[in-house]
């Protein structure tokens, strides 16, 4: 069977790399990735989209950058972001390298893409050709959406996001949203609604909408992530969890009333 074309049109992924340009908290997940780097000297980025990874990774003195991404149009934009990079289209379950080539592998919100829209099986092969690429001692580090659980939470809404969140509840694709409207206003709604309502609005009138629709950032949860990582020999050797949802509750105008804030993004390192 041919593989799949590129998930992302040409215009969605130029939003797409419109969004990273201007996402300050990428600054921040940069940070982390480059706190863990220790000392590498060849370095892959898997999906590396508007390769903001490979610029910052190059900036801090690695001496091979190399990004790979099915799409080719996010590989022109990486291309102008970090010249010096070498790029590759692929697709992240059939790397075009040798054994052994890398220090470092870095996923970051590609999983939960290869996860979602990938064949069965997919994420279990991607992980054992990154094995494949590392060296030995060799560390991949991925870092994407967490899944918050079931849980629900009571919020209150500006009138914007309340036009905002009838809006998602109408276009939702992936799931049926469920919320429960109280006499005051308030919603009753599960952690996962809100995460995948809240993490998309900035998408709502772009070319990347429809995409977003039809996924959900709430894939991953840590046991099952880990099982999968064992079952190719790659044990973890750190889990963080980071972004407090309450910060992008507070940017959308949406008051937490009942429950906790949690963190919406993980970072993990295995080591081969
Ligand atoms: C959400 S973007 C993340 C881009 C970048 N890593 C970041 O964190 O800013 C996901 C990227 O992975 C790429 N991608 C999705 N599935 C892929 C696959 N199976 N193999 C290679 N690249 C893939 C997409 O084209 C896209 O550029």
Redesign the pocket.
């Known amino acids: 069977m041919s593989a799949p074309g590129?998930?992302?049109s040409k215009e969605a992924?130029e939003a797409?790399t419109q969004r990273?340009r201007a996402?300050q908290r990428?600054q921040e997940?940069i940070r982390l990735v480059l706190d863990r780097l220790g000392k590498c000297e060849s370095f892959l980025?898997?999906?590396?989209?508007?390769g903001?990874?490979l610029q910052a990774v190059m900036a801090h003195g690695v001496k091979r950058i190399v990004g790979?991404?099915?799409?080719p149009v996010?590989l022109d934009d990486a291309r102008r972001t970090c010249p010096q990079a070498e790029l590759y289209a692929?697709?992240?379950?059939d790397l075009p390298f040798p054994d052994q080539s890398f220090d470092m592998v870095?996923?970051?919100?590609?999983l939960h893409?290869?996860y979602l829209?990938?064949q069965p099986g997919?994420l279990l092969q991607?992980f054992q050709e990154i094995k494949r690429v590392l060296k030995p001692g060799g560390r991949l580090i991925a870092?994407d959406h967490l899944d918050p659980g079931p849980e629900r939470v009571r919020v209150c809404l500006s009138t914007q996001a309340r036009a905002q969140f009838d809006y998602f509840v109408k276009n939702y694709k992936f799931r049926t949203v469920i919320s429960e409207e109280q006499a005051d206003g308030m919603l009753w709604l599960s952690r996962r609604d809100l995460q995948d309502f809240v993490t998309k609005i900035w998408s709502f009138g772009t070319a990347m909408e429809d995409l977003e629709m039809r996924e959900t950032h709430c894939p991953f949860e840590r046991s099952r992530l880990s099982s999968e990582l064992q079952q190719v020999g790659f044990p973890l050797i750190e889990w963080l969890e980071f972004e407090p949802i309450a910060e992008d509750l507070i940017e959308h105008g949406i008051k937490l009333c009942a429950g906790r804030s949690w963190a919406r993004k993980f970072l993990f390192v295995a080591q081969f």
């Open positions: 590129p998930l992302y992924a797409l990273e996402n990428l997940r980025d898997i999906g590396c989209g508007s903001q990874y790979v991404d099915e799409s996010r692929a697709r992240a379950n870095l996923a970051a919100q590609v893409e290869i829209f990938g997919e991607v870092l």
